[in-house]
């Protein structure tokens, strides 16, 4: 099953999932009050169907990290 998203489509499923995002603390979504929401469990399953990134950003866990340089003095092989 094909689910291809417009970028369009895309944009505005992670604007549900960042407006839907139950925030450290809370009980539930700020909008609908309920932990995993309709809307935001729609759209993340859409975007994960479609093989899209939950964000424009990538992951945190991708970014470079600018404390480390390279040719670190010790871990150079
Ligand atoms: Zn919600």
Avoid: N, S, Y
Avoid at 4 to 31: I, S, W, Y
Wanted: charged share 20%; hydrophobic share 35%.
């Amino acid at each position: 099953m094909t689910a291809d998203l417009t970028a369009e489509q895309v944009a505005h499923c992670r604007q549900v999932l960042a407006e839907h995002t139950v925030r450290p603390g809370a009980k539930g979504c700020p909008v609908c009050g309920v932990i995993r929401c309709p809307d935001w469990t729609d759209a993340f399953d859409k975007l994960a169907v479609a093989g899209q990134t939950m964000a424009a950003e990538p992951p945190p866990w991708q970014l470079f990290r600018p404390g480390r340089r390279p040719g670190t003095p010790g871990t150079a092989g």
